[in-house]
C-alpha cells in the first residue's frame, strides 16, 4: 500500500511539474504575442502621426485660401484687388 502511494505521489508530482511547464510557456508564448501587438501598434501610431501632420499643413494651407477669399468677398469697395 505504501508503494502504491508512493507511486501516485510520484504521478502527481511529475504531473504537476509537467503543468507547471505547460502553464509557463503558454504564458511565454502570450507575452511574447503582445509584445508583437504592442510593436504594430506603435507602428501605426507612428504612420498615423506622419500623416496627421502633413493633413494639418494642408489645412492650414487651405484655410489661409479661405481667409483670402473671405478678405476680397468683404471688401464691397474694391481697395483690395
Same mark, same amino acid.
Given at each position: 500500500?505504501?508503494?502504491?502511494?508512493?507511486?501516485?505521489?510520484?504521478?502527481?508530482?511529475?504531473?504537476?511539474?509537467?503543468?507547471?511547464?505547460?502553464?509557463?510557456? &503558454?504564458?511565454?508564448? !502570450? /507575452?511574447?504575442?503582445?509584445? @508583437? =501587438?504592442? +510593436?504594430?501598434?506603435?507602428?501605426?501610431?507612428?504612420?498615423?502621426?506622419?500623416?496627421?501632420?502633413?493633413?494639418? &499643413?494642408?489645412?492650414? !494651407? /487651405?484655410?489661409?485660401?479661405? @481667409? =483670402?477669399? +473671405?478678405?476680397?468677398?468683404?471688401?464691397?469697395?474694391?481697395?483690395?484687388?
Amino acid at each position: 500500500m505504501r508503494n502504491l502511494a508512493v507511486v501516485v505521489g510520484g504521478l502527481l508530482l511529475v504531473g504537476g511539474f509537467a503543468l507547471v511547464v505547460v502553464a509557463d510557456q &503558454e504564458r511565454t508564448s !502570450a /507575452l511574447a504575442a503582445v509584445r @508583437a =501587438e504592442i +510593436d504594430r501598434v506603435e507602428q501605426q501610431l507612428d504612420a498615423s502621426h506622419g500623416e496627421n501632420l502633413e493633413l494639418a &499643413e494642408k489645412l492650414t !494651407a /487651405l484655410r489661409s485660401q479661405i @481667409a =483670402e477669399q +473671405d478678405a476680397k468677398l468683404a471688401d464691397t469697395t474694391g481697395f483690395l484687388k
